[in-house]
């Protein structure tokens, strides 16, 4: 599956930014999709996941209560929202996804797990 990823852009500190992933190809249903993040300087973190038909779900600690990730598998779209945004959010989001045939309990985001991989999206806080 291909991914790309848009809403990026510059958002002031304690304002929202929608980010989405849409993805091609056929089966969306089948993928489990994760957000990633690289920061300058700083190597790329997991910050959500979503399983197959969205009823799991994760978020790292660094976003959990800010951010919320949900998906539409009729439009093929997974989409990250995030509230109170600080300057430490700044990063390249990226969204991510494998397909599996088992329900995903996205307990967790490992980057190894994740074989499609979109170009990333620009997210910059200023203070």
């Known amino acids: 599956v291909q991914l790309v990823e848009s809403g990026g852009g510059l958002v002031h500190s304690g304002g929202s930014r929608r980010l989405s992933c849409v993805a091609s190809?056929?089966?969306?249903?089948?993928?489990?999709v994760g957000w990633f993040r690289q920061a300058p300087g700083k190597e790329r973190e997991g910050v959500s996941c979503?399983?197959?038909?969205?009823?799991?779900?994760y978020y790292s600690d660094a976003v959990k209560g800010l951010f919320t990730i949900f998906r539409d598998n009729y439009k093929n779209l997974v989409y990250l929202e995030m509230d109170k945004l600080k300057p430490q959010d700044t990063a390249v989001y990226y969204c991510?996804?494998?397909?599996?045939?088992?329900?995903?309990?996205?307990?967790?985001?490992?980057?190894?797990?994740?074989?499609?991989w979109g170009q990333g999206t620009q997210v910059t806080v200023s203070s």
């Open positions: 991510a996804s494998y397909v599996d045939a088992a329900p995903s309990q996205c307990l967790s985001i490992l980057e190894d797990e994740y074989a499609d």
């Open positions: 190809g056929d089966s969306f249903e089948d993928y489990v």
């Open positions: 979503i399983s197959q038909r969205g009823e799991n779900i």
